[in-house]
Nanobody, 116 residues
């Protein structure tokens, strides 16, 4: 059974940091590109960050470049999103996504709220 389980969300003040984790099971994690998406209130889901299957290549949305860092540990079947200098506009549900040419899987999401 495929599972992607996100954790680490919560309430944080502007300028603060959070680290999201996504634990994967039920598929060969190291063969998948991993993505973090987010969906803010009243907004469409947007791609935030991408990491290649081996972890050697990353890409970021312009809105988070320089503040967020995606990483993965293929030995632990886990992908991370380190979020620094958080802004109120980063408030959203954050989703983990696994993608290859045949399949795509989604987690259930974790809420991140940036507010004073």
């Amino acid at each position: 059974q495929v599972q992607l389980v996100e954790s680490g969300g919560g309430l944080v003040q502007p300028g603060g940091s959070l680290r999201l984790s996504c634990a994967a099971s039920g598929f060969i994690f190291s063969r998948y590109v991993m993505n973090w998406y987010r969906q803010g209130p009243g907004k469409e889901r947007e791609l935030v960050a991408t990491i290649s299957s081996a972890g050697g290549s990353t890409n970021y949305a312009d809105s988070v470049k320089g503040r967020f860092t995606i990483s993965r540990d293929n030995a632990k079947n886990t992908v991370y999103l380190q979020m620094n200098s958080l802004k109120p506009e980063d408030t959203a549900v954050y989703y983990c996504n696994a993608y290859n040419i045949q399949y795509t899987y989604w987690g259930q999401g974790t809420q991140v709220t940036v507010s004073s």
